[in-house]
């Protein structure tokens, strides 16, 4: 079952209970597990009970879209009103996002615990038992991606080495040359930073993640250091991942079984494939405050033609920076921004 080049189908189709998955399979599960997620916080949360009070059922993806979109400022204004669980069974994270006031994400262990299955399953196509993983990234938050990525690692037999934010390219490089990595996970920044004195080193994958990487970047990273080079997307509000590349390294294949994910207009209003507009993320797991079509800032599209990997899953293209979503309309032209 499943595509040789997708690492995630297979753990998908597993998860459904669908032995030859389809598209079709997966929009009715998402749609049975929206349904479900939104009795939950109805029942659980205050702010969803008033905020959907009268609202029409939802039987349908189209009933779902004249749900209203979940902006940041509200989740920043409601967020101890969106709990849905009693505060010990909470672990929490937090970001500052874009305002002095921080946005405060609440994740039970079950949450963080799919993520690390995700992590698990999506490092099977570039890391095997017994090899490397060298840490570039924040690695200090008790539950925070690293430590979740580490836990990931451990499943895999793998070592996970977490170094942390090097001061600079070179230190970066010294890390690199003194732990021999087959894996090197880092953001953006850090992995371009090694071109400048990089000449000698040597390791098979390097997965970028935290920032948004053009492809005229990757291709130099892959060029310098004759490396594959992965994607992840991920947001503190999904929990640290969402989407990562497969081999064909065309654009995003996402966690379908526990986000719902989709391109909507400044209205909400889903747009159809190929359009760019808002990336707008439901949580499809009930636990401590499902996020129900929340409008990241981010800007992305559903790509038309299927991942050269022949999977069946949606491929999600390279995401937009935040900054260019304020007074984003929708459209089929992608925005002209560099990669965040």
């Known amino acids: 079952m499943g595509c040789e080049l997708c690492c995630l189908e297979a753990w998908i189709g597993a998860k459904i209970c669908v032995p030859k998955l389809s598209l079709k399979d997966i929009r009715a599960y998402q749609l049975a597990a929206v349904e479900r997620v939104l009795n939950y916080v109805v029942q659980s949360a205050p702010f969803y009970r008033e905020r959907f009070r009268g609202a029409p059922e939802v039987r349908s993806f189209s009933d779902f879209e004249r749900l209203p979109l979940l902006t940041a400022d509200e989740l920043i204004s409601n967020g101890q009103r969106m709990l849905c669980v009693e505060q010990e069974h909470v672990c929490r994270v937090y970001t500052s996002g874009t305002t002095a006031a921080p946005k405060r994400l609440r994740f039970t262990e079950a949450e963080l615990e799919a993520t690390v299955e995700y992590f698990t399953e999506g490092s099977r196509q ?28 451990k499943r895999l037999g793998a070592e996970g080495i977490p170094y942390g934010i090097p001061a600079d390219g070179a230190e970066a490089c010294r890390a690199v040359l003194e732990t021999m990595p087959s894996l090197i996970l880092a953001a953006p920044a850090t992995a371009l930073s090694m071109l400048a004195c990089g000449e000698n080193l040597s390791f098979d ?19 310098r250091f004759h490396c594959d080079v ?32 989709e391109i909507a207009d400044e209205k909400g209003k889903a747009l159809p494939t190929g359009e760019f507009g808002r990336v707008v993320i439901t949580s499809l797991l009930c636990g401590a405050m499902p996020l129900i079509r929340y409008d990241t800032g981010d800007i992305g599209r559903y790509l038309s033609e299927p991942c050269a990997c022949g999977s069946v899953l949606p491929l ?22 560099p990669g965040r």
């Not at 390097?206 to 990273?221: C, H, T």
């Not at 994607?231 to 929990?239: D, F, H, K």
């Not at 999600?316 to 921004?337: N, Q, T």
């Open 126 to 153: 570039f890391l095997r038992r017994g090899e490397r993983a060298l840490l570039l990234f924040p690695c200090e938050a008790e539950n925070g991606a690293a430590q979740l990525f580490l836990r990931a690692l």
């Open 205 to 223: 994958t390097l997965l970028v993640s935290g920032d948004a990487l053009s492809e005229d970047a990757a291709r130099l990273l892959r060029e």
């Open 230 to 261: 992965f994607q992840q997307y991920g947001l503190t509000e999904s929990a640290f991942g969402l989407g990562v590349d497969c081999r064909a390294f065309h654009g995003y294949h996402l966690r379908e079984t526990d986000y719902y994910v």
């Open 316 to 337: 999600l293209d390279r995401i937009r920076p935040r900054d260019v979503a304020k007074g984003y309309h929708g459209g089929s032209d992608s925005p002209a921004v």
